[in-house]
């Protein structure tokens, strides 16, 4: 089993229900487990402007899928969120990224992991620390440390 760890983020369509049923529809995908989850916490949005705020929350999951096969169980379940890809950085009922997938660096045409911008981004690697403050990326970086970098800035958690 390898441990995967999973990005989530909505700004539309009552983003903090979308974020809530995808936390508990990845628990059904097939040879995984959900372990743990962070809070859910909101965030300003990145990319274009005029764009509501987000909810975003990090989860974790132990799977025995390969890396492309939970991505595929991901982007299955953005689609039943009614996912459409319009604007890069744009709004969306629910986005699914593979942030971390156990110690492994991939670089395909679909998957890029460790994901491209988590480091630099409050609302990835905030929830990311709630639920492994002691984690090690693949390239030897811990996250504390990383956190020193990226200030917490406006992100808040949402007391539910």
């Known amino acids: 089993m390898i441990r995967a760890y999973v990005g989530l983020g909505s ?3 009552n983003p903090l229900q979308q974020v809530t049923d995808a936390l508990r529809e990845l628990q059904a995908i097939p040879n995984s487990k959900l372990v743990e989850h962070s809070r859910l916490y909101r965030s300003d949005p990145v990319g274009p402007p005029g764009q509501p705020d ?22 299955a379940i953005e689609q039943s969120h009614d996912r459409v890809r319009v604007q ?26 460790p994901h ?4 630099e981004r409050s609302f990835v690697l905030y929830p990311l620390a709630e639920i492994e403050p002691n984690l090690v990326l693949p390239n030897g970086d811990h996250l504390s440390e990383i956190l020193l970098e990226c200030p917490m800035g406006t992100l808040e958690p949402i007391a539910l």
């Open 54 to 75: 987000y909810i975003n929350a990090v989860a974790c999951l132990e799977t025995s899928l390969e890396a492309e096969q939970l991505l595929d169980e991901l982007q």
């Open 88 to 113: 890069h950085w744009g709004p969306r009922t629910l986005d699914l990224d593979i942030l971390l997938f156990g110690d492994q660096a991939i670089n395909t045409e679909r998957l890029t992991v």
């Open 116 to 119: 491209a911008f988590m480091c």
């Open 11 to 13: 700004n539309l369509e």
